[in-house]
Antibody, heavy 115, light 110 residues
């Protein structure tokens, strides 16, 4: 069974940083594209980033490019999202999603940006 | 990088069919056969219902079907059931190694 467990969310002040982690199990993590998708409270889904299996190809949404960095450690079956210069509009539940086509979703971790 | 356009709401009675549209551009929906649809119940993570325009993952009822014409994709739910009431999102691969989602459609089963 595919399991994706996100962590690292919390309350951060505007301008601050946070690093999210996603631990994967139940499949060959090193063989799959991975994504980050976010959802602000009461709002729709917004794609954030994607990375190929070995980390050599990364894509970012325009809204986060230059502020967010996606990485992965295939030895630890873990995907990361480093978020810098956080803004109020970055507040959301962040989902880790497996697949070139986003397919299997974690339960998400909540990021709150407020002073 | 604009969101795909979906109607905010749709509705139907049990047993009826409903179709939800998803309009993009020649840089996303019109350019690739990588359109997917997701179902999200309140407080839950999204669930993949359709991928690559019209393919269903294992376990998804064949009441759910997808199609595409030019820059517009569609999700049809036939034989509506009460448990189909949820938010539905379309998504497409886009130029520049990106994905884009629609704004979501709230499906109400009357």
């Amino acid at each position: 069974e595919v399991q994706l467990v996100e962590s690292g969310g919390g309350l951060v002040q505007p301008g601050g940083s946070l690093r999210l982690s996603c631990v994967a199990s139940g499949f060959a993590f090193s063989s799959h594209w991975m994504n980050w998708v976010r959802q602000a409270p009461g709002k729709g889904l917004v794609w954030v980033s994607r990375m190929n299996s070995n980390g050599s190809i990364i894509g970012y949404a325009d809204a986060v490019k230059g502020r967010f960095t996606t990485s992965r450690d295939n030895a630890k079956n873990t995907l990361y999202l480093q978020m810098n210069s956080l803004r109020a509009e970055d507040a959301a539940v962040y989902y880790c999603v497996r697949g070139g086509t986003p397919a299997d979703w974690g339960q998400g971790t909540l990021v709150t940006v407020s002073s | 990088q604009s969101a795909l356009t979906q109607p905010p709401s749709a509705s139907g009675s049990p047993g009826q069919s409903v179709t939800i549209s998803c309009t993009g551009t020649s840089s996303d929906v019109g350019a690739y056969n990588y359109v997917s649809w997701y179902q999200q119940h309140p407080g839950k993570a999204p669930k993949l219902m359709i991928y690559e325009v019209s393919k269903r993952p294992s376990g998804v009822p064949d009441r759910f079907s997808g199609s595409k014409s030019a820059n517009t994709a569609s999700l049809t739910v036939s034989g509506l059931q009460v448990e189909d009431e949820a938010d539905y999102y379309c998504s497409s691969y886009a130029v520049g190694n990106k994905w884009v989602f629609g704004g979501g459609t709230k499906l109400t089963v009357l």
